[in-house]
């Protein structure tokens, strides 16, 4: 889940100047209406095939069609059964977002035809134009925008125009009432408040498409916690709306089969089930432990942790966690007055990071500066594992030669470890697909990369303090791997959803290692270390 949770020092807001900002952009990419244009033309990956549905009724195809239907009647009438009344209302809401996004295109179009310019094209592809779709999905509500996030998450399997679209879902969510958090803190813990915790900060810490969170002190131990709350009304949302999405996904691939080929129902159907587990904090509570564990059994709670899951105050809607204090792993200047080395501090990240990869049953795949922080104590602190991923052994040992080839630069092994992951039929010519990557990776080092220097005043002492941070840019980071799925996807390679939650994961600590070692190659370093045994390690340690 993308909530930036327990943020332990909270910081003013603070001037900021630009230091220095090189900038290159890529050739390899076209402008934005060359590319919706082109791939127009060839059919979006997962949309514009739908129109290919006009063999319908050849002779074959009927008659498996008939086949099919019965299944296809019995996956809608469980999945009503399932969704229930909620689904009536759901569809009012959704006809009701669908006419105003409709009144907004109208009204651009009408603008645009009263230009010489002509019609842009993501004018022409109406509603399924990103930016339309973006903004039909926010006026649905929380469940689209995560499906936004998800799409934006998964260049492997979504257009690039959309993924880049998309990025505008990660915004800040609005917050819920503090009269409903507490309400719904009273349902699940089944008695006051105040039987529970000393206080609960009314003013949320952090809050996301789903769940909201709030600082609070425990009664008795007086030990600082943050609660995690799941907003009112969002499971029965969720399910709604995944179930007519699937419905749709299942309907579509009735109609035309072509589209089994990419896997539409089974796409919908693991966006679902990794929704459904971050509304249920009873799996995100073992996700925690798990990964505490992982900590325990390898022996390295002294250099990292994970938050003290509290089960007596938690359910599957409230997650009350320990609060952890320290600093975004961005944050420079606060970095080096904890420690002496942030290099060291980044290496313990990777580390314990790579570790869990096999070692544990998911790994945390979400690591952006909100989620990993530097503790007070010096220890690395891996926060809200609401986005958790899973790597099978065949896959990482695939991952590893990809790393590896990146680091020596011996693109014929990187193209053979991508066509190890990649789904297909086709014979792929290694050497071309090599030269496509070297021109894609020789470029890695010249990405964007700006340093921004924040002051602030000391009131008291008028003492000037300065600090150093990187910023991300989100956008740029998916360009890069963009372009490797966009050459990828040109040979027949489809990836699963793991290889991109991984590649995500490095494009994070890429950019803390040109902020905390920018001489450290954490792909060749001797310090760091990335092996193919740690399952069967943490296995014997564990039993």
């Known amino acids: 889940m993308a909530v930036s949770a327990i943020r332990g020092v909270a910081c003013g807001r603070l001037p900021q100047f630009q230091f220095h900002h090189s900038r290159l952009q890529s050739s390899s990419l076209s402008p934005r209406s060359k590319r919706l244009l082109r791939d127009r033309s060839k059919g979006f990956t997962l949309f514009a095939q739908y129109s290919q549905a006009q063999d319908l009724f050849s002779s074959s195809r009927l008659q498996d069609s008939i086949q099919n239907l019965p299944k296809l009647v019995e996956d809608i009438v469980l999945t009503s059964i399932n969704t229930g009344p909620r689904g009536a209302l759901r569809l009012a809401q959704g006809i009701q977002a669908v006419i105003g996004v409709g009144s907004e295109w109208l009204a651009d179009v ?13 004018l022409q ?11 039909l999905f926010e006026r649905m509500g929380a469940t689209y925008i995560k499906l936004g996030q998800f799409i934006a998450s998964a260049p492997t399997l979504f257009p690039q125009e959309y993924v880049e679209e998309f990025q505008k879902c990660f915004d800040r969510a609005p917050a819920v009432p503090f009269q409903e958090i507490q309400a719904i803190l009273r349902e699940e813990l089944g008695r006051p408040i105040d039987s529970v915790y000393e206080y609960v900060d009314p003013t949320p810490l952090a809050t996301a498409s789903i769940a909201q969170v709030h600082s609070a002190r425990l009664k008795g131990s007086r030990e600082d916690v943050v609660i995690k709350v799941l907003k009112p009304g969002i499971e029965d949302i969720l399910v709604a709306d995944m179930n007519f999405v699937y419905v749709v996904a299942r309907i579509l691939e009735f109609l035309n089969p072509e589209l089994s080929r990419t896997s539409l129902v089974g796409v919908v159907k693991d966006i679902r089930e990794s929704m459904l587990e971050e509304v249920d904090f009873y799996k995100e509570a073992a996700n925690i432990e798990s990964f505490r564990r992982y900590l325990e059994v390898m022996g390295l709670t002294r250099q990292a942790t994970a938050p003290k899951v509290y089960e007596y105050c938690s359910s599957k809607r409230v997650l009350t966690m320990e609060r952890l204090y320290g600093v975004p792993l961005t944050d420079l200047d606060s970095i080096s007055s904890l420690v002496p080395s942030p290099e060291n501090s980044l290496i313990t990240a990777l580390n314990v990071w790579f570790g869990s990869l096999l070692a544990c049953e998911t790994f945390h795949a979400d690591v952006h500066a909100g989620n990993l922080w530097l503790l007070r104590d010096g220890r690395i602190g891996f ?25 020596t630069e011996e693109y014929e092994s990187m193209a053979s470890a991508l066509i190890e992951m990649g789904a297909t039929n086709k014979d792929i010519d290694t050497q071309a697909f090599a030269k496509d990557l070297e021109k894609i990776f020789s470029s890695i080092q010249d990405l ?27 956008r740029q980071m998916n360009a890069l791997f963009l372009d490797v799925v966009r050459v990828s996807n040109s040979y027949g390679l489809k990836f699963p959803r793991e290889f991109a939650l991984l590649m995500k994961q490095l494009l994070y600590f890429d950019r803390y290692t040109r902020l905390l070692a920018p001489n450290l190659n954490m792909l060749q370093d001797q310090r760091i270390s990335i092996v193919s045994n740690r399952r069967s390690n943490y296995r014997d340690r564990s039993n």
């Open 110 to 122: 009408s603008r645009s035809t009263n230009s010489s310019a002509g019609l842009p094209a993501e």
């Open 125 to 135: 592809l109406g509603l399924l134009s990103p930016i339309y779709l973006r903004r």
């Open 383 to 407: 926060l809200d594992f609401g986005i958790v991923g899973r790597i099978s052994p065949t896959t990482w040992a695939a991952m590893e030669v990809f790393l590896t080839s990146i680091a």
């Open 448 to 474: 964007d990369t700006e340093v921004v220097i924040a002051t602030a005043r000391e009131r008291s002492t008028n003492a000037t303090a300065v600090s150093a941070n990187l910023v991300v840019d989100e």
